[in-house]
């Protein structure tokens, strides 16, 4: 049987974006509905990196002790390998926050944390299992959705919809928002190694001559990703698993005697890269926000955060319009155009190193050089706080102005 609700604001997606903002919304006072397609949070090699922007939107809610006291790894510095010569690269330990790291943190553990401060309030709703799969529509403007749920297909009527369901988005290729695909070299293999105390964490990134590696303490294992050109895939998987095996040993040679446990391909996991960005986020009654309006390359591990971002701009917008009933089209562009400059910003530098570092790495024999700006950057202290800056707080960080309905009450 068809079911149909109501209600002020329905998010499709349960990722950083649409978590953060239904949470947000709930708090302010607003009535929304969040549909996740998936039964739970779990799944491997999602980015995990918060950055001290979303810490620190964290400590604005008064939750960030309570956050920190999930299993997590603190990483405040960041150093890279080119060839044969180390360099330290990054220091976030001066940056103007109340945390100066960054937290590596499952990203189920975040989105589980997002959702129990969610059901804190009575006009917070989320709804498992339930995937997204069509727009309603009224004379040209969309009032709603369709969904298909555990007990059938539901309508949920809304003021607005909120498409945050990733960069394969449904709402917006219903909604016939044009996107340009800025292209990527590469793409992801992702895997997991088992630490020991032993083995050295000095260094966080690796490119040789048509390699690259990064490696991220998770505490008793390594999370491990493998650049390989773009498409490569075949290519990789038909010189056979032993071969990757030993390209991963080439690039860290402590892991020769674990590298083992990489026992068959389902070991290992590809992340197609994508980096695009829509024309305009919103029609009247909808709006995308964090991966569907733009997907971020893996570059830097911002995607998780400029998704925070987004949600928390968005929510500072749309908490009073939404209580009132009110929203307008002027709403939903005052959203784009505040965050369409840090994402346009973020993405050319992600473009700039892709073109000049990671292409040029994947395609040549020879032994890389640093790039002078790395040098640089190496050899005064200083300036190491200019990419940590970029890298921890990224291109105008938002702050909750949203209030919270609990207090006072």
């Not at 397609?37 to 960030?64: C, I, Q």
């Not at 001559?209 to 491990?224: E, P």
């Given at each position: 049987?068809?079911?149909?609700?109501?209600?002020?604001?329905?998010?499709?997606?349960?990722?950083?974006?649409?978590?953060?903002?239904?949470?947000?919304?709930?708090?302010?006072?607003?009535?929304?509905?969040?549909?996740?397609?998936?039964?739970?949070?779990?799944?491997?090699?999602?980015?995990?990196?918060?950055?001290?922007?979303?810490?620190?939107?964290?400590?604005?809610?008064?939750?960030?002790?309570?956050?920190?006291?999930?299993?997590?790894?603190?990483?405040?510095?960041?150093?890279?390998?080119?060839?044969?010569?180390?360099?330290?690269?990054?220091?976030?330990?001066?940056?103007?926050?109340?945390?100066?790291?960054?937290?590596?943190?499952?990203?189920?553990?975040?989105?589980?944390?997002?959702?129990?401060?969610?059901?804190?309030?009575?006009?917070?709703?989320?709804?498992?299992?339930?995937?997204?799969?069509?727009?309603?529509?009224?004379?040209?403007?969309?009032?709603?959705?369709?969904?298909?749920?555990?007990?059938?297909?539901?309508?949920?009527?809304?003021?607005?919809?909120?498409?945050?369901?990733?960069?394969?988005?449904?709402?917006?290729?219903?909604?016939?928002?044009?996107?340009?695909?800025?292209?990527?070299?590469?793409?992801?293999?992702?895997?997991?190694?088992?630490?020991?105390?032993?083995?050295?964490?000095?260094?966080?990134?690796?490119?040789?001559?048509?390699?690259?590696?990064?490696?991220?303490?998770?505490?008793?294992?390594?999370?491990?990703?493998?650049?390989?050109?773009?498409?490569?895939?075949?290519?990789?998987?038909?010189?056979?698993?032993?071969?990757?095996?030993?390209?991963?040993?080439?690039?860290?040679?402590?892991?020769?005697?674990?590298?083992?446990?990489?026992?068959?391909?389902?070991?290992?996991?590809?992340?197609?890269?994508?980096?695009?960005?829509?024309?305009?986020?919103?029609?009247?009654?909808?709006?995308?926000?964090?991966?569907?309006?733009?997907?971020?390359?893996?570059?830097?591990?911002?995607?998780?955060?400029?998704?925070?971002?987004?949600?928390?701009?968005?929510?500072n917008q749309l908490a009073a319009p939404l209580r009132a009933g009110m929203?307008?089209?002027?709403?939903?562009?005052?959203?784009?155009?505040?965050?369409?400059?840090?994402?346009?910003?973020?993405?050319?530098?992600?473009?700039?190193?892709?073109?000049?570092?990671?292409?040029?790495?994947?395609?040549?024999?020879?032994?890389?050089?640093?790039?002078?700006?790395?040098?640089?950057?190496?050899?005064?202290?200083?300036?190491?706080?200019?990419?940590?800056?970029?890298?921890?707080?990224?291109?105008?960080?938002?702050?909750?102005?949203?209030?919270?309905?609990?207090?006072?009450?």
């Amino acid at each position: 049987m068809d079911v149909s609700i109501s209600t002020s604001c329905c998010i499709a997606g349960g990722g950083p974006a649409g978590m953060m903002l239904g949470f947000l919304l709930a708090r302010a006072g607003v009535d929304v509905v969040v549909l996740e397609k998936h039964a739970d949070f779990f799944r491997d090699f999602r980015g995990d990196t918060v950055h001290p922007s979303t810490l620190e939107v964290m400590y604005e809610l008064g939750l960030l002790e309570q956050f920190l006291k999930r299993p997590h790894q603190k990483l405040d510095r960041l150093n890279i390998q080119v060839g044969s010569e180390r360099l330290r690269m990054i220091d976030l330990t001066h940056l103007p926050t109340h945390c100066k790291y960054v937290v590596l943190m499952p990203q189920w553990d975040f989105l589980n944390f997002i959702a129990e401060q969610g059901r804190r309030y009575r006009t917070f709703c989320l709804r498992m299992n339930t995937e997204a799969v069509d727009l309603i529509e009224e004379r040209g403007r969309v009032v709603g959705m369709q969904a298909n749920s555990p007990d059938g297909a539901l309508a949920i009527h809304a003021d607005l919809v909120v498409g945050c369901d990733g960069r394969h988005s449904t709402v917006r290729t219903k909604a016939g928002l044009a996107g340009d695909d800025y292209g990527a070299p590469m793409d992801v293999l992702w895997f997991r190694i088992t630490r020991r105390a032993s083995d050295d964490a000095d260094t966080f990134g690796h490119i040789e001559a048509g390699r690259m590696m990064i490696m991220l303490d998770r505490g008793d294992y390594w999370q491990c990703a493998y650049v390989i050109a773009k498409g490569g895939i075949d290519r990789v998987k038909a010189e056979g698993l032993q071969a990757f095996r030993q390209r991963v040993v080439a690039m860290s040679p402590f892991l020769a005697d674990r590298v083992g446990e990489l026992r068959t391909w389902d070991d290992v996991k590809l992340l197609t890269v994508t980096v695009d960005r829509l024309r305009t986020w919103w029609r009247p009654g909808l709006i995308c926000i964090g991966d569907s309006a733009h997907a971020m390359s893996p570059i830097g591990g911002v995607g998780v955060n400029l998704a925070v971002q987004d949600a928390v701009a968005a929510a500072n917008q749309l908490a009073a319009p939404l209580r009132a009933g009110m929203v307008g089209d002027d709403d939903l562009r005052a959203i784009e155009r505040r965050r369409m400059f840090p994402v346009r910003v973020t993405q050319a530098l992600q473009l700039t190193v892709q073109k000049q570092i990671i292409s040029r790495a994947l395609h040549t024999a020879s032994t890389p050089k640093p790039p002078a700006l790395f040098r640089l950057f190496n050899a005064v202290p200083v300036l190491r706080r200019i990419p940590a800056r970029l890298l921890g707080l990224g291109i105008r960080p938002e702050h909750v102005h949203a209030p919270d309905a609990m207090v006072g009450s």
